[in-house]
């Protein structure tokens, strides 16, 4: 095993595949959506999801992130394609650094681009 973690190298971030990841390798192969939804307050967040119809309910139980606990009901206004985990990932990072009148329009252009 530690032949193995000599392999591991954090300048390129890589996971080598002998290490099991936390979620398991089925975890990888699902397809992953970002959604975003417009809050009580009129305010957006932005998370993602394997199940998205789930997490929804989730978020307007109070089960949701915090964020959205104090902010229910929440509506949702946008979804993209399916997409691994890691795309997903590093969308949803992409949204989040935009303004939030920005924010719908990348999303529909995903969706677009099927």
């Known amino acids: ?43 957006l967040y932005c998370g993602i999801s394997n199940d998205f119809e789930s997490r929804l309910i989730e978020h307007n139980s109070g089960k949701g992130a915090k964020y959205t606990r104090s902010r229910r009901p929440v509506e949702l206004i946008a979804v993209s394609p399916e997409m691994t985990k890691s795309e997903a990932l590093k969308l949803e990072y992409r949204i989040k650094q935009l303004p939030a009148d920005k924010k719908i329009s990348i999303l529909k252009r995903e969706e677009n681009e099927i």
């Open 1 to 43: 095993m530690i032949s193995n973690m000599q392999k591991f190298s954090l300048k390129t971030l890589a996971w080598p595949s002998e290490f099991p990841t936390y979620w398991g390798p089925e975890m990888n192969n699902t397809k992953w959506v970002v959604y975003l939804v417009r809050c009580s307050d009129k305010s």
